[in-house]
């Protein structure tokens, strides 16, 4: 069993920052990648930023210059500063681990809400 566990989330004023944290725990043979996305109410789910144990990264256009995700797959962890925020980074935000061998986890999300 893998469990995947976000903190973090809140509520902010535009232009202010926050810091997501994702731990996974259990059976854990090696991650491949982790990262996060969200969904805003009446949207599909979509990347936000993303890397893998190789330390490529990958960001959505829509936050490049103000987001910033590290990891520590030793700690089996994944964070996401997030800077100048702005209503339309309201969203719901899932972590998603890649494990080698294993598949998809998802963890069950934390609210961003950043108010104008």
């Known amino acids: 069993q893998v469990r ?24 854990i043979s090696r991650i491949y990648a ?7 109410p009446g949207k599909q789910r979509e990347l936000v930023a993303i890397s893998d144990d190789g330390g490529s990264t990958n960001y959505a256009d829509s936050v490049k210059g103000r987001v910033t995700i590290s990891s520590d797959y030793a700690k089996k962890t994944v964070w996401l500063g997030m800077n100048s925020l702005k209503p339309e980074d309201t969203a719901v935000y899932y972590c998603r681990t890649v494990i080698i061998g294993s ?14």
């Open 4 to 27: 995947v566990v976000e903190s973090g989330g809140g509520l902010v004023q535009a232009g202010g920052s926050l810091r997501l944290s994702c731990v996974a725990s259990g059976t």
């Open 34 to 40: 982790m990262g996060w996305y969200r969904q805003a």
């Open 103 to 116: 598949g998809d986890y998802w963890g069950q999300g934390t609210q961003v809400t950043v108010s104008s």
